[in-house]
């Protein structure tokens, strides 16, 4: 039962533009959620998170948001930059234990 | 400050057997998790480890098991091994237990044979 779902497995975007990548979940318990980026033959590095109190953190050209009504998150990666290119995965917490989604392996083209 | 680490960083066994990874937290670290990452599955929660005792555990079979050692090092078990048990195996530390921020390694690649 995946209660952490991103439905996009992949995106690409243009160097410079805007990149959105989106995550839906299923538990209303969810009270923190995070976004991390994954290189290969690496772990995921934490990339930016959000307390469930607010509906948006932004970090540099990094910014997250949250419709608790719709129970979707979405990251915001603007500009967009080749290094970019990597797997993103979402997660939620209970507090007690993670929950990850599936990742979107994002390709930023030059 | 050292990242995790994660031993052996490759593995291949055969059905039937059993394999022990570890794990060695970022120094000051005392919660470890574990999970198992697997093509179109994402990450999954094995078990999270801190001050010794193991706080809480994801919907895995008993031939998943864990343990950490007094300087917070861990080790995970797999006995019985199954082919479907080939996966990425991360660990993950965080400062304290309900730390949301996780600090991952770079994994053990595990193949069954």
């Known amino acids: 039962d995946q209660q952490v779902k991103q439905n996009s497995p992949s995106l690409s975007v243009q160097e410079g533009r805007i990149s959105i990548l989106n995550c839906d979940y299923t538990n209303s318990m969810f009270d923190y959620f995070l976004w991390y980026k994954k290189y290969p033959a690496e772990g995921p590095t934490f990339l930016i998170s959000i307390s469930s109190i607010k509906d948006k953190n932004e970090d540099g050209r990094f910014t997250v948001f949250l419709n608790k009504s719709a129970k979707h998150l979405s990251l915001h990666i603007v500009p967009s930059q080749p290094g970019d290119s990597a797997v993103y995965f979402c997660?939620?917490?209970?507090?007690?234990?993670?929950?990850f989604g599936t990742g979107t392996s994002l390709t930023v083209i030059p | 400050k050292a990242g995790v680490t994660q031993t052996p960083r490759y593995l291949i066994k055969t059905r039937g057997q059993q394999v022990t990874l570890s794990c060695s937290p970022i120094?000051?670290?005392?919660?470890v998790s574990w999970y198992q990452q697997t093509p179109g599955q994402g990450l999954q929660f094995l078990f999270e480890y801190f001050s010794e005792t193991q706080r809480n555990k994801g919907n895995f079979p008993g031939r998943f098991s864990g343990r950490q050692f007094s300087n917070s090092r861990s080790e995970m078990n797999v006995s019985t091994l199954e082919l479907g048990d080939s996966a990425l195996y991360l660990c993950?530390?965080?400062?304290?237990?309900?730390?949301?921020?996780?600090?991952f390694g770079p994994g053990t690649r595990l193949t069954v044979l």
């Open positions: 120094s000051g670290h005392r919660s």
């Open positions: 993950a530390s965080s400062l304290d237990a309900r730390q949301f921020e996780q600090f």
């Open positions: 997660a939620a917490s209970t507090g007690n234990q993670f929950y």
